[in-house]
């Protein structure tokens, strides 16, 4: 059977590179495209040496042509930690708006699938809980979490346009939060962070009273739901995550628990419109994906700490 040819847009960031890894395992030919805006040539480096990877250093802003066939573009390509966007908010907006166009209509001229990563943060802080497909979220239009938040709305609307105007085969998946190897230590999310925190022995810094809660999906169970949604006939958005919700409280002690650290807890101010409440319902990914997350929280947790007890060295 011939090669499947798949453009990853943010291929050299967390999911992306993970992806990169998993679809070359299968017997793709992967091209990489990244700005490396938040993304890392670390994290791709070990595949410059397979001849069935292309890395190409770009900003997919400005429009992107590729020679030859594109069977499938899988759009990563967007800052994703509200620490990140924060520090580049036009960046945020542009990448989910034009990015997401320029893709789109590449995806169109080589009549290929199109897979949008989409985000659990379109139901911005959440009314009701856990969070269905069809609930139309939440959201303060123009709050600093808007820069990542109305860009993702923004490109779920333009990914169901294309479907419906020019018949592109394309898929949405909500990611809820996802950790695992190759999350970048400082980039202010809760996992990383508090690993980070609990290796040096620093206090492990939560929101507000630290009650809020998230629900946490290791890399690879967000992998396997990622490609079986690719290769599914649902063109409108899947939830991909655990329902495992716990609080961050018990995430901090957890984390504390493992790495074997003497840090303590301490609280800072909890950022505007942060969501209390998150936790994904996967019943549509189960029924029609038959997919469900596997890895158990500590042992997810427990390889990422040695990745970062690695990287260290
Ligand atoms: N990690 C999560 O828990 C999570 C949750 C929900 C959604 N997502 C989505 O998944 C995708 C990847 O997230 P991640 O956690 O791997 O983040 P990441 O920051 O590690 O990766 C994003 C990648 O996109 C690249 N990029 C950014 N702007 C670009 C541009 N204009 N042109 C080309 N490349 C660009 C960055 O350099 C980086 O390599 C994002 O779209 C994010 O919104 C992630």
Redo the contacts with the bound molecule.
Sequence with gaps: MKKKHILI??G?????SHLCDRLLDLGAYVIC???????SEKNIKHLYKNKYFKFLK????DSLDVKGDIDYILH??????PR?YYKYPI?TL??GAI?TRNLLELARKKRAVFLL?????VYGDPLVNPQKETYWGNVNPIGPRSVYDEA?RFSEAITLAYHRKHKIDTKIVR????YGPRMRARDGRAIPEFIEQALTNKPVTAFGNGKQTRSFAYIDDLIDGLLLLLNSGLNTPVNIGNPNEMTINSLAELIINLVGSNSKIVYKPLPLDDPKLRRPDISLAKKELKWRPKVDIKKGLGKTIEYFRNDKK
Excluded: C, Q, R, Y
């Design positions: 847009s943010g050299a960031g967390f999911i992306g495209v990244d700005n490396l805006l938040t993304g770009h900003d997919v802003i990563f390509a967007s800052p994703a930690s990140d960046a542009e990448v990015g990563a989409s985000t659990s943060e993702k990611i809820f939060n996802t």
